[in-house]
């Protein structure tokens, strides 16, 4: 296991623009932490760096029941989706492809 060196908590899109520009310019390695609900090891730094936990971004911007799609932020799990989801006939399942967040 590698820590990284530094952890920020984004609460914003803008704000991880802002960390991620300062990383590149200064050839910092960037370590992305959604909620923690991984078993690939991902958050490994190897490499040292900073690790964006972005468990704070955990807004549901948008939901259309017509097509079945949501748009959320990194931080968001799926059990608050499922909370968020009672009452209109929708859930998401464990192991679900074509996630997409903002």
């Known amino acids: 296991c590698a820590p990284p060196d530094v952890v920020v908590?984004?609460?914003?899109?803008?704000?991880?623009?802002e960390?991620?520009?300062l990383c590149h310019r200064c050839r910092v390695?960037?370590?992305p932490?959604?909620?923690g609900t991984g078993l690939e090891g991902g958050v490994n730094a190897v490499q040292g760096g900073v690790c964006f936990d972005l468990s704070r971004m955990a807004a549901i911007a948008e939901l259309s029941l017509e097509d079945f799609s949501v748009t959320v932020e990194p931080g968001v799990t799926r059990k608050a989706l499922?909370?968020?989801?009672r009452g209109?006939?929708?859930w998401f399942p464990v192991?679900?492809?074509g996630?997409?967040?903002?």
Do not use: C, S
């Open 95 to 97: 192991g679900t492809v």
């Open 82 to 85: 499922n909370k968020h989801l």
């Open 29 to 31: 390695p960037m370590v």
């Open 9 to 17: 908590w984004p609460q914003a899109v803008g704000q991880v623009q």
């Open 88 to 90: 209109t006939g929708l």
């Open 99 to 102: 996630v997409r967040g903002v």
């Open 33 to 35: 932490f959604g909620t």
């Open 19 to 21: 960390l991620a520009a």
